[in-house]
């Protein structure tokens, strides 16, 4: 995209189905829906300005790791809008980070729609994220986000305890993974991944608004986890003073969110949730 264009509202074929660019005639920002879902939001004018309120969730992690506004080593599975990456590339300057993004046909719809090469310290690799993932060295970064669909389902080979270990492997001592899931109901689906981290990692939060905990709407939950111990009692502060107030749950909290949910293996016949039709009416 020439700087001065603007995105073009409309539908686009990618390679997983339609991706459609929605302008929000309120901020000016867009909306990037797969397959009728809502993926991702982009405001090219402030990278800073997360709209989903599980971004926010995970804006405000990020926010609290490492020291003042030290960049980061940053590696994102799932691509989209690049949300979380410009977020990170305008908070922390000198940051250098990775998005894999399955399908090449989105990853250039965004090229084309929105400012990526702007976006200093940022690549874009167009495959699969456990391999992607498993090609990078031991303790080479400091953040890794899973935020990837397909459609409005997670793919199963990055919920399991083996991709985790390899995520752990990546990670440096005090490196964190950020993992957005949606469930709905009793969760059970989120409970077996928040085992899954459990299994790998010694501290373990979980981030959701009340009325998704109690089953009472289909939602995301944002799942972080580190060897080293995550600044729970920050992130209740700040969810709490938020219009929409998000529960922050620790280590023992989900030791008991999680009692009698093993965790996901390879191979294991687990069903990722589907959101129900109303959902995105």
Request: with cysteine; net charge negative.
């Amino acid at each position: 995209m020439r700087r001065g264009e603007r995105p073009e509202a409309g539908v686009h074929a990618i390679g997983q189905g339609e991706a459609e660019l929605v302008r929000d005639g309120d901020r000016g920002g867009w909306v990037i829906l797969i397959d009728g879902v809502p993926q991702s939001y982009v405001d090219p004018d402030d990278p800073t300005h997360l709209d989903f309120e599980y971004m926010r969730m995970l804006g405000d992690i990020v926010d609290h790791l490492g020291v003042g506004d030290e960049p980061l080593d940053a590696v994102h599975i799932g691509g989209a809008g690049c949300t979380l990456a410009r977020y990170v590339a305008a908070t922390r300057p000198g940051s250098r980070q990775v998005v894999f993004e399955l399908d090449g046909a989105l990853v250039q719809l965004v090229r084309d729609n929105f400012p990526v090469k702007q976006i200093r310290g940022l690549k874009i690799k167009v495959g699969d994220g456990r391999a992607g993932l498993a090609a990078l060295p031991d303790a080479s970064d400091d953040l890794v986000v899973l935020d990837a669909f397909s459609g409005a389902e997670m793919p199963l080979a990055l919920a399991t305890a083996e991709f985790t270990r390899d995520v752990a492997r990546v990670l440096r001592d005090d490196g964190v993974y950020l993992v957005n899931v949606a469930d709905g109901g009793r969760l059970p689906f989120a409970r077996r991944l928040a085992a899954t981290l459990q299994s790998v990692f010694p501290h373990t939060l979980l981030m959701a608004e009340p009325g998704t905990l109690r089953g009472r709407r289909y939602g995301n939950l944002v799942l972080g986890a580190s060897r080293e111990p995550l600044p729970i009692a920050a992130l209740t502060r700040i969810s709490a003073g938020k219009p929409i107030p998000a529960r922050c749950m620790d280590t023992a909290d989900l030791a008991r969110f999680t009692s009698g949910h093993p965790p996901i293996h390879d191979g294991d016949p687990v069903i990722p949730p589907n959101p129900p039709k109303s959902t995105f009416a």
